[in-house]
């Protein structure tokens, strides 16, 4: 579920800055350098909405325009031919996921919508909030390139580039280019064909840089990063056997659990999956026993704790055992 606070934040971040503009607005002190201010720096305000326009990139723009003509007409060609493709290829998405929504609303028993081609993606309801900050830089990195495309083409197809600009919806960032719409009018059916599917096209294209960079991703970050040599600790619950003094801590690499060997996360799960089928020898000790205890300082003391733990109740107490294995200068 989305986070209250969250929703407290955004909304009341919005209703400041919606009733900061009202005021201005229609105050007679400060309406007229208000919007002057505004209409000099190109920034317009609605309800959830902040949009900023500039012509500082027109030059750039206009020179991408101009750079190596044929291979630009040979670029935004294939854009084109593309663009028509993928029109037709996200039809048959588009209308498969309906069939599949349809399907499980009239289902007794509805299916997972993991299963579903195409999700609608919510922050905080199918989407973490720890990762919103890569969700919305990816998206804005994703229509910069979008209306870059657009732009570069339009000014190849000698339609007027006004400006570009970014916005802000609700918490949603984007980017837009202003085309002289009378001149994108006027020009062939084909020319606008290719001004209108460079965004998608140049999207395809870093979705392909993105993909041949993940792939030899662990070999450019071999410098920095360890890997085949453990599996890292990253969060240890409180309420865990594995959590205090002498348990886990974050950031320690855990190389074996009992008698299996630990290299990597997947060798983590398939440990903890055969100890799990297998015979475990465990002891019973009351809580006031195991706190009155007294090991070895952590530096001393080299011991596998398996996450996880069984309550039993023996003569009235309830006692937790907790399987483990201790080693203490290689004596077992």
């Known amino acids: 579920m989305i986070p209250i606070p969250l929703v407290v934040v955004v ?30 720096h190109g920034i317009s305000i609605a309800p959830f909405h902040i949009r900023w326009q500039t012509t500082l990139f027109n030059r750039l723009f206009y020179k991408w325009g101009r750079w190596k003509p044929y291979f630009l007409y040979i670029w935004f060609n294939l854009g084109m031919v593309f663009g028509i493709l993928a029109m037709f290829g996200s039809m048959i998405l588009l209308g498969k996921t309906l069939i599949q929504t349809l399907h499980q609303m009239m289902a007794d028993t509805p299916g997972s919508q993991s299963d579903r081609i195409l999700q609608v993606v919510v922050p905080g309801v199918n989407l973490p909030i720890s990762q919103l900050t890569y969700f919305f830089s990816a998206i804005l990195i994703s229509g910069v390139i979008h209306e870059v495309g657009h732009g570069v083409a339009a000014v190849r197809e000698t339609v007027r ?80 056997p594995a959590s205090g003094p002498r348990g886990l801590f974050v950031q320690d690499i855990v190389t074996q659990i009992q008698d299996c060997p630990v290299k990597s996360v997947d060798d983590w799960h398939k440990c903890l999956n055969d100890i799990s089928l297998k015979p475990q020898t465990g002891f019973c000790i009351s809580t006031g026993t195991l706190q009155q205890l007294h090991f070895p300082s952590r530096g001393t003391v080299v011991y596998t704790v398996v996450p996880y733990q069984v309550s039993l109740k023996v003569k009235g107490w309830i006692s937790s055992c907790y399987r483990s294995c201790i080693l203490e200068d290689g004596q077992h």
């Open 11 to 40: 909304l009341g971040g919005w209703c400041a800055i919606y009733l900061a503009d009202t005021l201005l607005t229609s105050s007679k002190a400060y309406k007229s350098s208000y919007e002057e201010w505004l209409s000099t």
């Open 161 to 240: 580039f006004n400006g570009f600009g970014m916005f802000i919806f609700v918490v949603y960032p984007g980017a837009f280019v202003d085309l002289f719409t009378t001149h994108l009018q006027l020009v062939s059916p084909v020319q606008q064909l290719r001004i209108f599917c460079a965004g998608v096209w140049h999207n395809f294209i870093l979705g392909l840089l993105g993909i041949l960079i993940l792939f030899p991703l662990p070999a450019i970050l071999y410098p920095f990063y360890y890997t085949g040599v453990g599996a890292l600790v990253t969060e240890v619950l409180e309420v865990s």
